[in-house]
């Protein structure tokens, strides 16, 4: 029988996902933290969108992906 994945185990996967993505400290991210904050420059959260798809083998809507503006949001992605 396989465990149900919890809330915080999504939100402590896509922080460590982002935390190595943009080379900071997992420490330093919460589920309020922005993408754009975390960005080098404005095309970073574009690249963000399609490696996160990428890893977690998701597909997301343009509709998603323009609301994708913080960790939470694709904390709640990963609950669905």
């Known amino acids: 029988m396989s465990k149900k994945t919890t809330a915080r ?3 402590d996967q896509v922080k460590q ?3 190595r993505y943009f ?11 922005k993408i754009a904050d975390l960005a080098r420059d404005p095309l970073e959260p574009i690249a963000f969108n399609l490696d ?7 597909a997301f809507t343009e509709e998603q ?3 994708m ?3 939470r949001d694709y904390v709640a ?4």
């Open 52 to 58: 996160f798809e990428e890893k977690f083998k998701l």
């Open 23 to 33: 080379d900071v400290p997992a420490k330093a991210i919460s589920t309020r933290t």
């Open 65 to 67: 992906a323009n609301k």
């Open 9 to 11: 185990q999504y939100q």
């Open 77 to 80: 992605i990963l609950k669905k």
């Open 69 to 71: 503006n913080r960790i």
């Open 17 to 19: 996902f982002a935390a």
